[in-house]
């Protein structure tokens, strides 16, 4: 239970952050820090278990039928993910503190930093492969807040929704292999995939899958050719971009290669495709950081590069080469992250991030320098620091792969000339910003940031060096442990160290750094080289993809849809009789066995005024109040056959969405013209009449052929388990609120967002309103008559009555949630309708939307309550007590959950209605709470 408080807790942090708008900057983000802290605390207190070799689990069972779940599991590799997440989070947050300016809403950000570590906690703990989809979406809808949050800013607009189509494109793919997966092996939960690696890779799928799992992986973790989102995404604030692109989001993918590893890797197929994208990324990324003048710029394509060098990693055949991988995933995070903050700290002091105007920031940053050098140093992989070792076991791995065949020296060259422009990138960084002469023109007089600022950087900085002068004794464990989650039991024996003696992976860093060093100093005919070439702007490019996807997709639409709903209607209807009519052709005889109900006269009398009524609305078409008065009796006949067949629940329910309809429509048919010309054309009426009547003619043999065959209904067996498993009676309630109560909530959480919609669109619309009726007189003077008004203020208080009597007897009884709030909600209508928007407005000024909420939230909570007793989500407990007076009474947490469909129902209805109502009202619209 303790795993599920860690996201939690960050979500929690989340909504505290974001109501501490009030507070002075350093009680925000003390208060911000707390849960993440105590989220640390946690996973420290499962750390030796971890290290041990132990993996723990926590389940709750959410659709068992449909295989989910919410289940979390925490082994080394999540163990090491997480305290990157919060460890580098809780810093990131205290940099925040000092870095936003006081225009800037901490809060705000605050808020969208804890919602996205909330989404990599949930991806990284995760042990059912649909819930960690879920968590995945969530970090690239929350990175889209993080990357706008300057949303005043172009850039920050436009990089942020390219960083959304593209890994909200990979997350679809993502979605489709991990469907596959777990239709290969029968099951979602992540335990049994990582089991089944024999089962998958002899699939015929199985290539496919793969495929849409790396479309997945390389997306978020801008591998080539997905990389062109990432530099762009650096229009974020700098906390931002330290957070996302050096520890978390961008290591999601990287996460994902590496959890699935142990399913998807071994193939010719996967080594393949992950080797030679990382080889790619590696090499493209380090070549262009070099050309880079912005300072975020450089490092957002050091970042691709050393991603590319993790993907590669993961990518070759051998187990070593996989510790390497996770090494170096820490080690990135580290240095990544710190030189991020200093680049925030130079652009917050200096006003710029330009390399070409920052010369000579050693006389006025000495401090900083040092720190954002040793950070670099470690980037370039100098000894003494983590880089260092992390690159030459990536340089000793590369030696013993034979991916390419006869070709595969190929791999360590190419890998050696990478590590070259890495130096390169990093030298240009050191001497660029902190000597090279003297600053050009800077908007700032630069000088040392608040010395808390620097905090977080020598914090990072002094891991730099730990890991790289004492590896075994800082990282062994945590590395260790990883390895395991990965590799299982084939994790090879590794040993950190410094000194491995004269070898080829030290002649290979070695030479890396001469070349670096070179291509440095030499970078001026590589500048020109680079500048003779045509400009490629990712950024345009994709923009007029989009656009000209948008224009197809839109030209294509616009030939379908002409704006004629009889043309919609009739394809509809013509697939329709298509598919559902041939069949009919098929069968040898319509009739079955079953034996007819017979026809007495209260049954044709029910018929006949129902069909009289149906054929009238279709006649009087034109007319409006006629048409209304004949749709209800169509409405009202129905309810009366629910009654026929002992269905009281349905009749109920019925009638008193036939009253609402009724309403709503001779609100809404009053902006609508009296009468409609006669505009079909005789052809057009024969073509309609045709259609209507193959129509007719095909429901009614389907309902005949059904009706006269023998059924086997389910209803046998809600019947046997009503009252044992729901605790009701009323057979229909307790399906609503127990056996389908996913379903119930999944529909009053529709019917809530159509409310919230409709009153969104009704708000300030310009409508006509007719002065007179269509003989031409004019509407009565007395807009609220008395003797309606007097019957109304009299039936309130018994119709709130009958809706509370309704609502308690029903889980035993015909009633409920439903039929209660719709009975509640017409009554306060007719007191709109008899009274008026103001009287309501003085004696009743509720927000419809806070019901709304409540009620959802009710039935939400509810539902979580179940896994209190570890049972599935929704599930109905119920008891009998003895209370004075009364006696022994059942009570079940069914009818809390009714209670959040009572009030949902009510304030959708009334927010519906009143909405529609006002638009007549003789008020001003912002009297009216709605």
């Known amino acids: 239970m303790t795993l599920l408080w860690i996201p939690l807790l960050s979500l929690i942090g989340s909504v505290i952050s974001s109501c501490t708008g009030k507070l002075t900057r350093n009680q925000s983000t003390s208060l911000t820090m707390m849960a993440p802290l105590c989220a640390l605390a946690i996973a420290i207190y ?20 449909l295989g989910m779940e919410i289940a979390f599991r925490l082994d080394g590799l999540s163990l090491l993910f997480i305290f990157m997440i919060l460890g580098i989070g809780l810093l990131v947050i205290f940099y925040t503190r ?7 809403s901490m809060p705000k950000l605050y808020s969208y930093l804890m919602l996205f570590m909330t989404a990599m906690l949930g991806i990284v703990m995760s042990n059912n492969v649909i819930q960690l989809w879920l968590f995945w979406e969530l970090t690239s809808i929350s990175s889209f807040l993080l990357i706008s949050y300057w949303w005043h800013k172009s850039e920050a607009r436009k990089g942020a929704r390219m960083a959304l189509a593209v890994t909200g494109a990979g997350g679809l793919a993502l979605l489709g292999g991990l469907l596959l997966l777990g239709d290969i092996v029968g099951s979602y939960n992540l335990d049994v995939i990582l089991a089944s690696k024999a089962l998958i890779q002899s699939h015929d799928l199985y290539e496919l899958a793969l495929v ?17 989102w990432l530099p762009h995404a650096m229009a974020a604030p700098t906390p931002v971009s330290a957070y996302l692109h050096s520890a978390t989001m961008v290591k999601a993918g990287i996460f994902l290669l590496a959890r699935f590893y142990p399913a998807l890797a071994g193939t010719d197929t996967w080594f393949i495709l992950v080797a030679m994208t990382g080889l790619a990324t590696l090499l493209v990324g380090a070549y262009i950081a070099l050309f880079k003048h912005d300072l975020k710029g450089l490092l957002a394509y050091s970042t691709i590069s ?22 170096h995933i820490i080690n990135h995070a580290t240095f990544k992250a710190s030189l991020f903050m200093a680049t925030g700290i130079i652009d917050h002091e200096t006003g710029t991030r330009d390399m070409r105007r920052l010369n000579g920031m050693w006389r006025f940053m000495p401090y900083t320098a040092t720190l954002a050098m040793v950070a670099a140093a470690a980037m370039a992989g100098v000894p003494l620091l983590n880089g260092f070792l992390s690159k030459e076991m990536f340089f000793a791995e590369t030696l013993h792969q034979q991916i390419l065949g006869s070709m595969s020296w190929l791999i360590p060259v190419l890998a050696t000339l990478a590590a070259a422009f890495s130096v390169a990138y990093s030298a240009r960084f050191i001497h660029d910003v902190f000597f090279n002469g003297d600053p050009i023109n800077l908007p700032k007089t630069p000088h040392e940031p608040p010395r808390y600022m620097r905090v977080p950087i020598e914090i990072l900085v002094v891991l730099c060096l730990l890991v790289g002068m004492f590896p075994h004794f800082v990282v062994d464990g945590i590395l260790s442990a990883a390895s395991l989650a990965v590799l299982g039991e084939a994790t090879p024996e590794f040993k950190l160290s410094i000194w491995h003696g004269f070898n080829l992976p030290l002649l290979m860093s070695a030479m890396a750094v001469v070349g670096g060093v070179f291509i440095y100093i030499q970078r001026k005919h590589l500048f020109k080289f680079q500048a003779s070439l045509p400009p490629l702007n990712a950024k345009k490019t994709f923009e007029r993809f989009v656009y000209n996807i948008i224009k197809w997709s839109r030209d294509k639409v616009r030939s379908v849809e002409n704006g004629s709903l009889q043309r919609y209607i009739v394809v509809m209807l013509g697939v329709v009789l298509l598919c559902a009519g041939w069949p009919l052709f098929e069968m040898e005889a319509l009739a079955g066995t079953a034996p007819r109900t017979p026809i007495d006269f209260h049954n044709a009398i029910g018929a006949g005024l129902l069909i009289i009524g149906a054929i009238s609305t279709v006649i009087w ?18 309810s009366v056959a629910f009654t026929r067949f002992s269905a009281p629940d349905l009749a109920l329910t019925q009638l008193t969405v036939e009253v609402v309809t009724v309403i709503l429509l001779m609100l809404a048919l009053f902006f609508l013209p009296q ?13 309609d009449l045709s259609i209507a009547s193959a129509m007719g003619v095909v429901v009614a043999s389907i309902c005949y052929a059904l009706l006269t065959r023998p059924l086997e209904s389910i209803s046998d067996f809600f019947i046997a388990n009503a009252k044992t498993g729901g605790g009701g009676t009323n057979v229909v309630n307790v399906i609503l609120v127990d056996f389908r109560g996913f379903d119930t909530l999944g529909e009053i959480t529709v019917l809530g967002i159509a409310a919230l919609g409709i009153y969104k669109v009704l708000t300030n619309l310009p409508l006509f309103m007719p002065a007179s009726d269509s003989e031409g007189r004019p509407w009565a003077r007395e807009r609220h008559p008395l003797l309606l008004a007097s019957i109304s203020q009299s039936l309130l208080p018994l119709a709130l009555l009958v809706s509370a009597y309704i609502f308690l007897r029903g889980h035993n009884l015909p009633g409920g949630g439903f039929i209660a709030g719709l009975v509640t909600a017409i009554a306060f209508i007719l007191q709109y309708m008899a009274h008026g928007s103001i009287w309501i407005t003085e004696r ?12 959802i939230a009710i039935a939400m909570f509810t539902g979580l309550g179940s896994w209190a007793f570890d049972r599935p989500f929704l599930t109905t407990w119920f008891d009998y007590f003895d209370f004075p007076f009364v006696g022994k009474t059942e009570l079940a947490s069914a009818i809390i959950f009714d209670l959040g469909v009572y009030l949902t129902v009510v304030g959708a209805t009334l927010m519906i209605l009143a909405s ?4 007549t009202a003789d008020t001003p619209k912002n009297e009216v709470n709605i």
């Open 46 to 65: 499962h750390t030796p278990a971890v290290l041990a070799g132990e993996t723990i689990r926590f389940t709750a069972q959410w659709i068992p039928a």
């Open 98 to 104: 000092y870095y936003l300016s006081s225009n800037d």
């Open 212 to 228: 849409l799992v790396l479309l997945g992986a390389f997306t978020k973790s801008a591998q080539f050719p997905f990389h062109f």
């Open 306 to 327: 050393h991603l590319g060098l993790i993907t590669l990693l993961l990518g070759l055949d051998t187990e070593l080469a996989t510790v390497a991988a996770i090494f």
């Open 621 to 638: 078409h034109r007319s409006r109040v006629v048409s209304l008065l004949m749709l209800s009796i169509v409405g009202l006949m129905v």
């Open 675 to 687: 009468r409609t010309p006669k505009e079909s054309s005789s052809l057009r009426v024969i073509r």
């Open 844 to 855: 009743f000024d509720v927000n419809y939307r806070k019901i709304i909420a409540s009620g």
């Open 916 to 919: 529609l109502g006002k638009l």
